[in-house]
């Protein structure tokens, strides 16, 4: 039996965020340089938005790999592992909005469910929200981080204005994002432990040939019951999670580096260049060289 490949140890930390008890928000102007995939760390009780103003690259949240890029907005339960970092070695720049909406907005007339934000999060949620797709809610959380910025008079009273009515766009959005937690009870935290011996396997090692038997083995798990526990849990196979992982940090590659698409096709874990062409294209809609292109040319957010 091939020996899976040798990983780092990756630590899941609490990192808590000391809010003003009666003004409980707070920004934090944030520059993303180039981070290892070694930890992992939530904020107890405090919903985190964060939007990314330049530079593009990989964040992971629990079981979930995206790329990002200027203009993206992420919104993170309190429950949600997460960390961000950029395989292309340039820094990205956020600013990231630190919340406790019902202290925020105790004694505001509001429905109860907005206040909800575990209907963000779980693994059939997309927290993704590209200001292209969802112009609202970026306008929202930049009129916020302006306001927190600037301090202008009666600041406080235009934020918490600003919070209630980002709360009803995120309610109307999150249908196009799929179900959260709140919705699909039969996803346990049990079961996400029991395949993150996978997913961190693969974000540790994805430049590596990895077998399914492999990810099975460090989840001590036969091939069998591994497949179907880790596509009860992600919603997709494990070899399309493992695409994608490669797809996401090959996208951040292709913008910042000067390498060429067959090296980063090779460092990225794809057996042959035609597989990587393949498999991008099926995830992006286009060629590798064409994203590059198409990607070099944009414009910053801001």
């Known amino acids: 039996m091939q020996n899976p490949p040798s990983i780092p140890l990756r630590r899941y930390k609490e990192h808590p965020m000391e809010l003003d008890r009666d003004f409980p928000i707070l920004v934090v102007p944030y520059n993303q340089v180039e981070r290892g995939f070694e930890e992992l760390h939530i904020h107890d009780r405090v919903f985190e938005i964060g939007i990314c103003h330049s530079g593009e690259g990989v964040y992971e949240i629990e079981q979930k790999v995206y790329s990002f890029r200027a203009g993206d907005v992420y919104c993170i339960n309190h429950a949600e592992y997460h960390n961000a970092f950029?395989?292309?070695?340039?820094?990205?720049?956020?600013?990231?909005?630190?919340?406790?909406?019902?202290?925020?907005?105790?004694?505001?007339?509001?429905?109860?469910?907005?206040?909800?934000?575990?209907?963000?999060?779980?693994?059939?949620f997309n927290n993704r929200f590209?200001?292209?797709?969802?112009?609202?809610?970026?306008?929202?959380?930049?009129?916020?981080?302006?306001?927190?910025?600037?301090?202008?008079?009666?600041?406080?009273?235009?934020?918490?204005?600003?919070?209630?009515?980002?709360?009803?766009?995120?309610?109307?959005?999150?249908?196009?994002?799929?179900?959260?937690?709140?919705?699909?009870?039969?996803?346990?935290?049990?079961?996400?432990?029991?395949?993150?011996?996978?997913?961190?396997?693969?974000?540790?090692?994805?430049?590596?040939?990895?077998?399914?038997?492999?990810?099975?083995?460090?989840?001590?798990?036969?091939?069998?019951?591994?497949?179907?526990?880790?596509?009860s849990v992600m919603e997709r196979t494990p070899l399309d999670y493992l695409a994608e992982y490669r797809v996401s940090i090959a996208c951040s590659e292709l913008k910042y580096s000067a390498k060429s698409i067959s090296q980063i096709s090779f460092e990225c874990g794809f057996g042959a260049l035609s597989s990587f062409n393949r498999q991008f294209a099926a995830r992006r809609g286009c060629t590798p060289g064409e994203w590059r292109a198409s990607a070099v040319a944009e414009p910053s957010a801001r």
């Open 86 to 124: 950029c395989p292309s070695r340039r820094d990205s720049h956020w600013d990231i909005l630190f919340i406790d909406f019902p202290k925020l907005l105790a004694g505001v007339s509001i429905d109860s469910h907005l206040l909800d934000t575990n209907q963000y999060s779980g693994p059939g």
């Open 130 to 231: 590209p200001s292209g797709e969802s112009p609202e809610l970026h306008r929202l959380v930049q009129a916020i981080v302006d306001e927190l910025t600037t301090k202008a008079p009666y600041h406080q009273d235009a934020v918490r204005s600003l919070a209630h009515r980002l709360l009803v766009e995120l309610a109307r959005e999150r249908p196009k994002h799929g179900p959260g937690i709140a919705s699909r009870p039969n996803r346990t935290f049990a079961e996400f432990q029991a395949i993150k011996p996978a997913l961190d396997l693969i974000a540790t090692a994805y430049g590596e040939p990895i077998t399914i038997q492999q990810l099975a083995d460090v989840c001590c798990l036969s091939e069998t019951h591994f497949r179907r526990q880790f596509t």
